[in-house]
Each structure stands twice: as C-alpha cells, then as structure tokens.
C-alpha cells in the first residue's frame, strides 16, 4: 500500500455488507492505547487515554434498508469507544433534540460555513444523514459524546472523508459548556488513535476557518502538523495534518 492511502473506502451502492480489509476491531474485547499511540501521545504533549472499542449493543444484529439510499446497508455497527471522561458511540433517532440544541448555539456555530446557526427545521433535515453516515462509509462516523462521570451530552467527534475528497477528516462540535476542559483534545486523540490503530489508515487531517485559534490550538496538540491552505467544502480553509507513525 502506498503510503497515505487509506484503507477505508466508500461503501457503495449495491455493495454488500462487508468491509475491506480488517480494522482489529473485536466487539467487546476492551483493549488500550497501543504503543505506538502511546508515543504519538507523548509527543504531541498530551496523556494518553486508555478506550474500549466494540459494538454498541443497542445496534446488535440490526439489519435493513435505509429508504433514502438505493443501495445495500451495511450491517456492522459503529464501533463506540470509551476514553477517560468520554463516551463515544453512534448517534441514534432519539438523539436529534440535542444535535438541535447544538446547532442553534451561535457561539458554536461562529466557524461553521457562513456561521449562521441553523433552524430545528433545518437539523430535522440535516439529522438523518449523520444516522446514514456509517452505513455509507464503512467504519467512519459520527461519535455522539457523553461525559462518563454525568452521562451529559456534550457535542460529537466525527472520523469521515472530508467533503468531497478522499481525505479522511477528524472533526468535532462541542457544546460552549466543555469548552477549555480538554475534552476536544481528549476526544480528537480517540479518533486519531482509532483511524491509525485499528483502521491503519496512513494519514488523517483536520481543517479549521483560519480565525478557529481554539480548534487549531485542538489539532496541534494531537500531533497534526500546520501544512497552510486547503480547499474543502468549496472554502479556503487552515489544513493540518498527521502521517501514521509521526
């Protein structure tokens, strides 16, 4: 495999359900960070976290037909991981009052395309295809984060292709209330560890609105590297990135 290319790619339409390759991913079976992200880890100035990967049982064995995909759905689950202070696991119908209340914070929104918030209107539009996301593309998602000590929901992390480019992307939206807490940091380093570990991917980036000091400040500490301007989503946007092995 050439180096960068990831072995993840898009589920597609008429495709079964199975995976390429293999991610070392047993439902389950509780592991930590490995060495290799323990030295990452190190480097890049934080702790590691220890993290559980499996499946979430509340989508064991569901299997169907999304009616707005013409196409097979993939029947693994979204692998949910487990860090120190987070809980990481796919997002589910109930859950779309609190993308709702997300949304609409324009504190959260400030960096987002045109920085507008959105309506309930438009995330009822919206909130669907967060739940199609990893039925679409093998082993990537969006992570709904809760706090383990309170169960509060806090925002999400994502592990996806970045817009239309075949670039594997972490991303992440918080609520103000965790902000400067460390659980951006916390929560980027599960996915970095889980798209390197057990996906082997061989790159993965970051992009920012380059006023997003905060969100940069976020990327930098798990190791990404600042590699100046990129074009995603149609913008002009801060691209940091980190190799497997740096």
Same mark, same amino acid.
């Given at each position: ?23 070392? =991913?047993?439902? #389950? @079976?509780?592991?930590? &960070?490995?060495?290799? *992200?323990?030295? $990452?880890?190190? %480097? ?47 997002? =589910?119908?109930? #859950? @779309?009052?609190?993308? &709702?209340?997300?949304? *609409?914070?324009? $504190?959260?929104? %400030? ?136």
């Amino acid at each position: 495999m050439a180096p960068g290319k990831s072995r993840v790619r898009p589920h597609l339409s008429g495709e079964s359900g199975v995976r390429p390759g293999k991610s070392g =991913v047993r439902p #389950d @079976v509780p592991h930590t &960070v490995s060495t290799e *992200a323990r030295r $990452r880890s190190r %480097k890049a100035g934080s702790e590691p976290t220890s993290r559980k990967v499996g499946s979430d049982p509340a989508f064991a064995g569901k299997v169907g037909s999304d009616p707005t995909f013409s196409g097979s759905v993939v029947s693994k689950p979204t692998p949910w991981l487990q860090t120190l202070r987070l809980d990481l696991r796919e997002f =589910v119908p109930a #859950d @779309v009052e609190d993308i &709702v209340r997300l949304d *609409a914070d324009p $504190r959260v929104m %400030k960096y987002i395309a045109d920085g507008c918030v959105h309506s309930r209107e438009e995330t009822l539009a919206l909130f669907p295809r967060i739940l199609r996301y990893p039925r679409l593309y093998v082993d990537l998602g969006i992570w709904r984060a809760s706090r383990r000590d309170t169960g509060a929901f806090i925002g999400w992390f994502s592990l996806k292709y970045a817009g239309k480019s075949s670039d594997i992307e972490i991303g992440y939206r918080l609520l103000p209330d965790a902000w400067g807490l460390g659980f951006a940091t916390e929560g980027a380093a599960a996915m970095r560890d889980y798209g390197f570990d057990d996906l082997g991917l061989g790159r993965i980036i970051g992009v920012t609105h380059p006023g997003n000091r905060a969100s940069q400040h976020v990327l930098r500490k798990v190791g990404m590297v600042d590699e100046g301007w990129g074009r995603y989503y149609d913008t002009r946007l801060r691209l940091f990135a980190i190799e497997s092995g740096a």
